[in-house]
């Protein structure tokens, strides 16, 4: 989508701002007591880069942006699992952004059951309840923040960044 060649300036530029674009809307974040895990915005910001930007942006700018703010937060036994599975929910959404809700659906497939598994593995699975709920409702905002306000801003966004 991006109009330089590989690896062009501009093509690394808008990558690392998309990817601190994820880090701080995860860093936008609730943790839950007792737990070593957080609710975040993170969904909303993914979603919206990997559906306007495609398969590449999405992992990249998932997987780093996530493990980044993972670390930045004080949750860095996290950052691993992080940017595995955002990199390839980022991946998967961008790759199908064509049919917008199937890819936002899969996305969120993918992130509830990857860190599901982890807090489970990590904490034992009596944390795996709380995880799932909390990352239902995560990608769930997600969703709303990609499927409603992407249409409203993605014109402009283009015009910015695509002119």
């Known amino acids: 989508m991006v109009s330089t060649s ?18 701080v809307a995860t860093m936008i974040h609730v943790p839950m ?3 070593r895990i957080y609710f975040n915005l993170g969904e909303g910001a993914l979603y ?5 930007m495609g398969s590449k942006y999405g992992a990249i700018c998932g997987g780093i942006g996530g493990a980044l703010a993972d670390i930045v937060l004080g949750y860095p036994l996290w950052a691993p699992f992080t940017f595995l599975i955002k990199g390839i929910e980022g991946f998967l959404v961008g790759k199908m952004r064509h ?14 059951a990857g860190y599901t598994c982890a807090a489970g593995f ?9 995880e799932f ?10 969703a709303v923040i990609a499927l409603i306000v992407l249409p409203h801003i993605e014109g402009p966004i283009k015009k910015i960044f695509f002119r």
Do not use: H, S
């Open 48 to 52: 919206c880069i990997a559906l306007l």
């Open 33 to 35: 007591p007792g737990y």
């Open 122 to 130: 990590l904490y034992g699975w009596k944390v795996a309840p709380i």
């Open 133 to 142: 709920f909390t990352d239902l409702a995560q990608t769930g905002v997600g």
């Open 6 to 23: 590989r690896g062009g300036a501009k093509e690394i530029a808008l990558g690392a701002l998309f990817a601190g674009l994820v880090a």
């Open 99 to 112: 049919n917008r809700k199937k890819a936002v659906i899969t996305g969120a497939c993918v992130m509830i």
